[in-house]
């Protein structure tokens, strides 16, 4: 049986989701910083390799964040849904009202 079009968007959502918790220990790395660091990067690692980190990109460990955090790619997505489904229906002014508050809480 075909997923329905409710599991299809379920699935996006989670795919998005997980996608970008695997992407986001790395993300705005180079290719050659992920392989030092890191040889095949094929699932998210337990915990980031301090010492390793500390002679090749000092200036990238005081920006990681926590192994298994989404970034604001999975924020943003939440908030343009519940943009979407709230009683307003779309509104692209409360679409932009919801990224200045992100903003100013620094969420993204």
Do not use: F
């Not at 968007?9 to 910083?33: N, T, Y």
């Not at 943009?83 to 809480?105: D, F, P, Y």
């Amino acid at each position: 049986m075909a997923p329905s079009k409710e599991e299809k968007i379920k699935g996006s959502l989670l795919g998005l989701a997980w996608g970008d918790i695997l992407g986001c220990p790395v993300e705005g790395w180079r290719g050659h910083e992920i392989q030092t660091i890191y040889g095949d990067y094929q699932q998210l690692p337990q915990e980031y390799p301090l010492e390793k980190m500390r002679l090749v990109m000092v200036k990238k460990i005081k920006r990681l964040r926590p192994l298994g955090l989404y970034s604001d790619d999975t924020q943003q997505a939440l908030g343009l849904i519940n943009i979407c489904l709230s009683q307003r229906c779309w509104s692209k002014q409360a679409w932009a009202e919801l990224l200045v508050q992100g903003m100013a809480k620094k969420a993204w």
